[in-house]
Structure formats: structure tokens, C-alpha cells
């Protein structure tokens, strides 16, 4: 069993408020609610994040997202169940989320260009960013989602 961590929210309120004002942009992002999703989704699985990951299970479940897809969401490279577009969406967030191996590839950017535009482009590096640094809060002070 774990120990008691601090409280980010409460010992750094204008943190967590600027955390908030990042996630609350990620809502006029023009992705659909899914694809914000996804992407929350698997850089929570990267990242080891199980309150990330069990919050936006729930929030991709009550969008409509099937089972099926979020059980193939880690295997997505070898899964039939994802369109070209959320695969693009995918790897630009494994490369972002995992920043350090290779950084943003050249092709992987180039295709979201293509496939989005650079002004959505743009929005999904935003989504991840926010969404890594969530986790990184989350895990570092063990959060628990809904005991």
C-alpha cells in the first residue's frame, strides 16, 4: 500500500489553475470528442497512468467508443479497427509521448500535416502535451480515479 502524496490542486492552486486553463482549451480543439480521446487514452498507457487512463476510458466509453477498439488501442499498429486519420493521430502521440527516443519524425509530421492541416496539427501537439503533463501529475502523486 501506498502512502498518503501531496496535493498539487492544493499546495499549488495557480498551477493546477493553469493546468485547467491548458485542458480547457484542449475543449475548442477541432477534433472529434473520440480522437481527443484516443489520444489521452493511449499516452495514459504509455506513461503508466491508471487514473488517466481509467478516467478516459469511462469518457471514451460514454462518447459511444466500443470496447473492441479501446482493448485494440495498444495494438493499434497491427489492428484493422483504426482509420488513417486516427492512426496518424496515434503516432504523433507515441512520438511526442516518447519524445526522447527519436523525437517528432519528419514523416510523421509531414503526414499530419497533410492529414489535418497545421492548424489542427498544431492543437493535437497541444492535446498531447497537456495530457503527458496530467499523467506526469498523476503519477507522481498517485492519484487514484474514483475509489
Request: glycine share 4%; with cysteine.
Amino acid at each position: 500500500m501506498s502512502t498518503k502524496r501531496i496535493s498539487i490542486k492544493d499546495l499549488e492552486p495557480g498551477a493546477y489553475q493553469a493546468m485547467m486553463a491548458l485542458e480547457n482549451y484542449g475543449k475548442s480543439c477541432l477534433l472529434s470528442p473520440i480522437q481527443k480521446e484516443l489520444i489521452k487514452m493511449r499516452a495514459s498507457q504509455i506513461n503508466g497512468c491508471a487514473y488517466c487512463l481509467d478516467m478516459h476510458t469511462e469518457d471514451a466509453l460514454a462518447l459511444g467508443e466500443s470496447h473492441r477498439r479501446i482493448m485494440a488501442l495498444s495494438v493499434w499498429h497491427e489492428s484493422h479497427l483504426f482509420s488513417k486519420e486516427e492512426r496518424v493521430l496515434l503516432q504523433l502521440t507515441e512520438e511526442i509521448t516518447c519524445i526522447s527516443q527519436k523525437g517528432l519524425t519528419e514523416g510523421t509530421y509531414q503526414e499530419a500535416i497533410k492529414t489535418f492541416s497545421e492548424k489542427i496539427t498544431a492543437q493535437i501537439i497541444m492535446l498531447v502535451i497537456t495530457i503527458n503533463a496530467w499523467n506526469r501529475i498523476a503519477v507522481s502523486t498517485k492519484l487514484i480515479y474514483k475509489e
